[in-house]
T-cell receptor, first 112, second 114 residues
Framework: QKEVEQNSGPLSVPEGAIASLNCTYS??????FFWYRQYSGKSPELIMS????GDKEDGRFTAQLNKASQYVSLLIRDSQPSDSATYLC????????????FGTGTRLTIIP | GAVVSQHPSRVICKSGTSVKIECRSL??????MFWYRQFPKQSLMLMAT?????????EQGVEKDKFLINHASLTLSTLTVTSAHPEDSSFYIC??????????FGPGTRLLVL
């Protein structure tokens, strides 16, 4: 059973602090990893993609991947109230498999 | 980023009627489109994968005779919910894939079946 697991939250973080979101996946063959942000009532919006072990930074966002531990995380620095949303972790098995498996999402609230 | 549109954004229909939802990639040709369904407070569940010019591949448990998918061109895929019932009320979201790139999501269609 291929699964992607996230802590559903809610996760509350003070404005300006670092928000840390975590995701584990069950299929060791997974190759591509994505973080999406979903505001209430809206569709998901791509935040980051990561394919190799290590860190990938884009502005205030850093994705971290550890394939040995089957773990991917998203760090949000200098959290803003506009970052309050549900963050979805998505994984696909390999480059030949186009399907994404989504976690249930972590609801993040940034407290002003 | 790539732009994907959906139409309509919201639809209310009577039980037993059929509803068609369109998904368009506006600024690129999509080799593959996906249809998802999301119930309140749940994650996205993939319903089917749609490739231009070929039959859609449905996920286990999704009735292909009830959820008809047509991918007539590289920029348009349609999902028709046939004989809709209240339990089909959900948020339907399409995504489009450009080559080997990741999926770009449409804004979603909220369906309410009375």
């Amino acid at each position: 059973q291929k699964e992607v697991e996230q802590n559903s939250g809610p996760l509350s973080v003070p404005e300006g602090a670092i928000a840390s979101l975590n995701c584990t996946y069950s299929d060791r063959g997974s190759q591509s990893f994505f973080w999406y942000r979903q505001y209430s009532g809206k569709s998901p919006e791509l935040i980051m993609s990561i394919y190799s072990n290590g860190d990938k930074e884009d502005g205030r966002f850093t994705a971290q991947l550890n394939k040995a531990s089957q773990y991917v995380s998203l760090l949000i620095r200098d959290s803003q109230p506009s970052d309050s949303a549900t963050y979805l972790c998505a994984v696909n098995l390999d480059f030949g498999n186009e399907k994404l498996t989504f976690g249930t999402g972590t609801r993040l609230t940034i407290i002003p | 980023g790539a732009v994907v549109s959906q139409h309509p954004s919201r639809v209310i229909c009577k039980s037993g009627t059929s509803v068609k939802i369109e998904c368009r990639s506006l600024d690129f040709q999509a080799t593959t489109m996906f249809w998802y369904r999301q119930f309140p407070k749940q994650s996205l569940m993939l319903m089917a994968t749609s490739n231009e010019g070929s039959k859609a591949t449905y996920e286990q448990g999704v009735e292909k005779d009830k959820f008809l998918i047509n991918h007539a061109s590289l920029t348009l895929s349609t999902l028709t919910v046939t004989s809709a019932h209240p339990e089909d009320s959900s948020f339907y979201i399409c995504s489009a894939k450009r080559g080997a790139e990741t999926q770009y999501f449409g804004p979603g269609t909220r369906l309410l079946v009375l």
